[in-house]
């Protein structure tokens, strides 16, 4: 495990070798190749520089220790540069020789141009191969060609999936905003940050689970009482849901919302700009009743195709939902079964057609749930052998239960 710093040189051209006053948060640092300047602020254990065959090598070795001991092969090397035609093992055997003044920290890599999408998936590898498992990775993204940078964020979003990788920073050296001689220094990590709440949207967006948003809530939220207030209410909303206590969960949630509605004018601006969608995919907690919420989580369930949910959730709502219209208790567990069967079957065709859709509901809830047994209808085993079938019976049967008038 080692911190390294990746870094893309740019196209050589002959004389554009302009040095900029690098200016960080708290220091300037004069270089005329930004990843050099930012190293010195990181001090990572190794350096990649990646470029391709017409890249400005020169510029970078003319900037390292021991350079004034190989002033005919950095020249050569301008040369071949300017013809497009620098070769890895050029780079190698310049590299290994002056590595040797340096404490054998710069590793220089040959990338194509990445034009097509093979070459670019190549270098997108090529770089994940640099790379070790845990190790920290800092990235400047300044030079090179305009296309490259894009690449190299796609970098920055695989490697902490595929290598477990930390992305220390994300750096450029702005040359085009420089004023009064000093070009300032820009950290887009907060660019990996937005990437992370896209991931907690799709998590929640299938699963349902608050959990989702922990993490990132962690990383963009200021460590004081109100991260604390926030963090603790979405674990708790994501304890009830795995413990299908869903009262208790839409506590959590309005809770929840109630404090980052309170504290919107504190809280930090990447989160403010995802909280109409996060108040979009809690908007379940705001329906009527608990057999509309359990409703709306039944049919949000089965669009994600989560089918142990979607009848789960279908099968409580309309049980609640009778409750309610008989004025029955639902935690009276036999009055509430004999009230509903009483209700359920009598004769009137009305009642036979609630009566058929209940009960096919509550067998497709019972086989998902816990398997076929010996009592189990064959209509029922057939059903659970042909997803698009499941999923059609799931929603009209939900629908039906859920949204037709009762007698």
Same mark, same amino acid.
């Given at each position: 495990?080692?911190h390294?710093l /990746?870094?893309? &040189?740019?196209?050589?051209?002959?004389?554009?070798?302009r040095n900029?006053?690098?200016?960080?948060d708290?220091d300037c640092i004069t270089?005329s190749?930004?990843?050099?300047?930012?190293?010195?602020?990181i001090n990572?254990?190794?350096?990649i520089?990646?470029g391709?065959?017409?890249s400005?090598?020169?510029?970078?070795f003319l900037?390292?220790d021991?350079r004034d001991?190989?002033e005919s092969?950095?020249l050569q090397l301008?040369e071949f540069a300017?013809?497009d035609?620098?070769s890895?093992?050029?780079l190698?055997?310049?590299?290994g020789?002056?590595n040797?003044?340096n404490?054998?920290?710069y590793?220089?890599k040959l990338i !194509?141009?990445?034009?097509?999408e093979?070459?670019?998936?190549?270098?997108?590898q090529?770089?994940?191969d /640099?790379?070790?498992?845990?190790?920290?990775v800092t990235?400047d993204?300044?030079?090179g060609?305009?296309?490259?940078?894009l690449?190299?964020?796609?970098v920055?979003?695989?490697?902490?999936?595929?290598?477990?990788v930390k992305i220390?920073g994300i750096?450029?050296g702005?040359?085009?905003l420089?004023?009064?001689?000093?070009?300032?220094?820009?950290?887009l990590?907060g660019?990996?940050?937005?990437?992370?709440?896209k991931k907690a949207?799709?998590i929640y967006?299938v699963?349902?689970d608050?959990?989702?948003?922990t993490?990132?809530?962690?990383k963009t939220l200021p460590n004081d009482?109100t991260?604390?207030?926030i963090i603790?209410?979405i674990k708790?909303a994501s304890f009830y849901?795995?413990?299908?206590?869903t009262?208790?969960?839409i506590f959590?949630?309005?809770?929840?919302l109630?404090?980052?509605?309170?504290?919107?004018e504190t809280l930090p *601006?990447?989160?403010?700009?995802?909280? *109409?969608?996060l108040?979009k995919?809690?908007?379940?907690?705001d329906?009527?009743?608990?057999w509309q919420?359990k409703?709306?989580?039944a049919?949000?369930a089965?669009?994600?195709?989560?089918y142990i949910n979607?009848a789960?959730f279908g099968?409580e709502?309309?049980?609640?939902?009778?409750?309610?219209h008989?004025?029955?208790s639902q935690?009276?567990?036999n009055d509430?079964k004999e009230?509903?069967?009483n209700?359920?079957?009598?004769?009137e065709?009305?009642?036979?057609?609630?009566?058929?859709k209940?009960?096919?509901l509550?067998?497709?809830?019972?086989?998902?749930?816990?398997?076929k047994?010996?009592?189990?209808?064959?209509?029922?085993?057939?059903?659970m052998e042909?997803?698009?079938?499941?999923?059609?019976? /799931?929603? !009209?049967?939900?629908d039906s &239960?859920l949204n037709? *008038?009762? *007698?």
């Amino acid at each position: 495990m080692s911190h390294k710093l /990746l870094t893309v &040189l740019g196209k050589a051209v002959k004389g554009d070798y302009r040095n900029a006053n690098y200016q960080f948060d708290d220091d300037c640092i004069t270089s005329s190749y930004f990843g050099l300047a930012l190293n010195k602020k990181i001090n990572a254990d190794n350096i990649i520089v990646l470029g391709t065959s017409g890249s400005m090598w020169d510029n970078f070795f003319l900037q390292l220790d021991g350079r004034d001991n190989f002033e005919s092969e950095i020249l050569q090397l301008t040369e071949f540069a300017q013809q497009d035609k620098v070769s890895q093992s050029m780079l190698d055997d310049l590299i290994g020789k002056i590595n040797t003044y340096n404490d054998n920290k710069y590793q220089c890599k040959l990338i !194509s141009y990445a034009k097509t999408e093979a070459e670019q998936l190549d270098f997108i590898q090529q770089v994940l191969d /640099l790379c070790d498992e845990r190790d920290k990775v800092t990235l400047d993204v300044t030079h090179g060609l305009r296309h490259l940078p894009l690449l190299v964020q796609q970098v920055a979003q695989l490697l902490p999936l595929i290598k477990n990788v930390k992305i220390e920073g994300i750096y450029y050296g702005a040359l085009d905003l420089t004023q009064d001689n000093t070009t300032p220094v820009m950290d887009l990590n907060g660019l990996l940050l937005i990437n992370e709440w896209k991931k907690a949207f799709n998590i929640y967006e299938v699963y349902r689970d608050m959990n989702a948003f922990t993490d990132v809530l962690e990383k963009t939220l200021p460590n004081d009482s109100t991260h604390k207030e926030i963090i603790n209410n979405i674990k708790k909303a994501s304890f009830y849901n795995q413990t299908h206590s869903t009262e208790k969960e839409i506590f959590a949630i309005r809770t929840f919302l109630k404090i980052i509605n309170d504290k919107k004018e504190t809280l930090p *601006p990447v989160f403010n700009l995802f909280l *109409p969608r996060l108040r979009k995919e809690l908007n379940w907690v705001d329906e009527k009743g608990l057999w509309q919420q359990k409703g709306k989580l039944a049919k949000t369930a089965l669009k994600n195709n989560r089918y142990i949910n979607a009848a789960l959730f279908g099968f409580e709502a309309i049980e609640l939902r009778l409750c309610e219209h008989l004025k029955v208790s639902q935690f009276q567990f036999n009055d509430r079964k004999e009230n509903l069967m009483n209700y359920l079957n009598q004769d009137e065709e009305c009642y036979k057609k609630i009566r058929i859709k209940y009960h096919l509901l509550r067998r497709m809830r019972n086989f998902i749930a816990h398997g076929k047994d010996e009592d189990t209808p064959q209509f029922i085993i057939d059903l659970m052998e042909n997803e698009d079938k499941l999923r059609r019976e /799931l929603l !009209s049967t939900i629908d039906s &239960l859920l949204n037709k *008038p009762l *007698p």
